[in-house]
């Protein structure tokens, strides 16, 4: 620990006494200062005992002496030395009693002792507290280099904690609780979610500090790109040591290598899933299962789920000049997080967490495809994922990163090895739908629950209705018949003459002349199976549009 003036009084070679202040004396000496100015205060940064023989001060008169001290202790001056038997015999008592009343320490120092002794003990010892300092944190960086190579965060969290005498937590990059060290500070580092999400907005390296009620927690994000990859935190009861410090910047480095190094894992093994989806694509499974070995052999012997997703402005972008910006390239890093990447992230995360495979391939710089257990944490956290999205889109809020209108996805149904193709077409197709309704998600099952309605809201759509009816519309604009209506009742009645004359209040001949009439204007048969449903969702979509 650094020099306190209580070590200053206990040094046997030094002789102080004390004289002033005595239950202030465990307070560190930052330096030891010498000066006979009357006022030395510009000179002080706080944490000096100051060294006087009094040379240019009053010493004996008490108003003198009384805004002398507190100058010095408004300035940070933590004690001062007066050195007796040059200008003064003794030190004068008004120079004590200001002493006391300011609760400064005031020790006496011995003619036989010369300040530079001083300065040298307080020198010696800080340089001691630095070299002690400097030691332990080279121990504590081989203790947690050992920890980091046998393998997982624990040991290194758990060592870092020992060293910083406090806690510690890693986040992975979806900002969720990895690990934490001891296990009772689980609760207090799952409480700084916000903050983390706050530190991993800023581009890396970046650093802030949470107060707390008992606690200082400093969060460190971990990665060499502009983009955080993880974050740790740390908590002590009070600031950091140098010891510390050297303890904490050790693991952030050993824990950046340790990602740097898992990316290029990640990256390899993203190569060999792009290759296990292109054989389930093409209809061989059984090489796809002898690629994965057990990577992702567990997956693809389980029902999954096809997600494929896009990012529609890198999309528009990219229709638009023909090619993606650079920082879209697979890979890059990006101040404003790509909604792909956070996906990625998302789905990784939450399968890491249950220990399940997840097979997850960047189709270019807009796409992205993910294989996935069925009802698994995976599939879980992406619809969360979606519903936060499509939240903050229904409230109209903006969302900085990711933007929650730059991503679509597509989900397909349950599928097998054997029917991977046609779970990635039934993907594709609600990803379009997701595309056209403006949704973040759209699940391939839910539109074969659901109505074929929504789906005439499509521009096209509308314009081939509009073009089929407009003939229809117009005779009944002269006021010659009501064929739309006409057309509609028998449509809804299936062809019945008698119940869809009913339902317009004619006759059932008056029904038979206008079908006719239809047929005439149309150029078509209602004979015709093909016609009766072009002209109903043609009815359908214009009742949509109205």
Not at 25 to 30: G, K
Not at 38 to 46: K, R, T
Not at 302 to 322: I, Y
Request: net charge negative; aromatic share 4%; hydrophobic share 45%.
């Amino acid at each position: 620990m650094p020099p306190t003036l209580a070590s200053l009084v206990h040094h046997s070679a030094l002789k102080l006494r004390v004289r002033a202040g005595e239950d202030r004396l465990d307070t560190p000496v930052r330096w030891a200062h010498v000066s006979e100015l009357a006022d030395p205060v510009p000179y002080m940064e706080g944490g000096e005992l100051l060294l006087i023989t009094a040379l240019k001060l009053d010493a004996e008169d008490p108003d003198a002496m009384r805004r002398y001290v507190k100058r010095l202790v408004d300035a940070g001056v933590i004690g001062l030395g007066f050195a007796v038997g040059v200008n003064y015999e003794d030190i004068p008592d008004a120079l004590v009693t200001a002493a006391a009343g300011e609760g400064l320490p005031l020790l006496e120092v011995p003619r036989r002792t010369p300040f530079l002794a001083i300065s040298k003990a307080v020198s010696a010892a800080i340089a001691a507290d630095q070299y002690k300092s400097v030691t332990a944190g080279f121990a504590a960086q081989r203790e947690l280099t050992r920890q980091a190579l046998a393998g997982g965060p624990e040991g290194l969290l758990t060592a870092l904690a020992a060293q910083v005498d406090g806690w510690a937590a890693l986040y992975d990059a979806s900002g969720a609780l990895v690990a934490t060290a001891p296990d009772w500070a689980a609760r207090r580092a799952g409480a700084l979610t916000v903050d983390v999400e706050r530190l991993r907005s800023r581009p890396a390296p970046a650093s802030l500090v949470v107060s707390g009620a008992d606690d200082r927690v400093e969060l460190h994000s971990i990665g060499t790109g502009r983009r955080p990859r993880t974050a740790l935190a740390v908590g002590t009861a009070s600031s950091l040591g140098t010891a510390e410090r050297y303890a904490v910047h050790s693991a952030i480095a050993l824990l950046t290598l340790t990602t740097e190094r898992s990316r290029s894992l990640h990256s390899a093994e993203q190569r060999l899933g792009a290759a296990v989806l292109r054989m389930l694509l093409a209809g061989e499974p059984t090489h796809a299962r002898t690629v994965a070995g057990d990577l992702y052999g567990g997956l693809l012997d389980a029902p999954f789920r096809l997600l494929v997703a896009e990012n529609v402005s890198a999309s528009a972008r990219v229709h638009a000049d023909g090619h993606a910006p650079a920082s879209e390239e697979p890979g890059a890093d990006s101040a404003d997080e790509d909604p792909l990447v956070a996906l990625a992230d998302v789905v990784e995360a939450a399968a890491a967490h249950s220990g399940e495979a997840v097979l997850v391939v960047p189709d270019g710089g807009d796409r992205l495809v993910v294989l996935m257990s069925d009802e698994g944490a995976a599939a879980s956290a992406c619809a969360e994922h979606a519903r936060r999205l499509e939240a903050v889109r229904a409230a109209g809020r903006e969302q900085p990163a990711p933007d929650a209108d730059d991503l679509v996805v597509g989900l397909s149904a349950p599928a097998g090895p054997i029917a991977a193709a046609a779970a990635y077409k039934q993907a594709e197709q609600a990803l379009s739908v997701a595309r056209r309704r403006g949704r973040c998600l759209v699940e391939h099952e839910s539109l074969a629950a659901g109505s074929v309605l929504p789906l005439l809201a499509d521009d096209a759509v509308r314009a081939f209705a509009d073009g089929l009816l407009r003939a229809l519309y117009e005779h009944d604009a002269t006021g010659r018949g009501d064929l739309v209506a006409s057309l509609r009742a028998w449509l809804s009645r299936h062809g019945q003459w008698d119940a869809a004359a009913a339902d317009l209040g004619v006759h059932r001949h008056t029904l038979r002349y206008r079908m006719r009439r239809v047929e005439e204007i149309l150029g078509r048969s209602l004979d015709d199976a093909d016609v009766r449903m072009e002209l109903w969702l043609a009815l359908k979509a214009t009742a949509a549009a109205e």
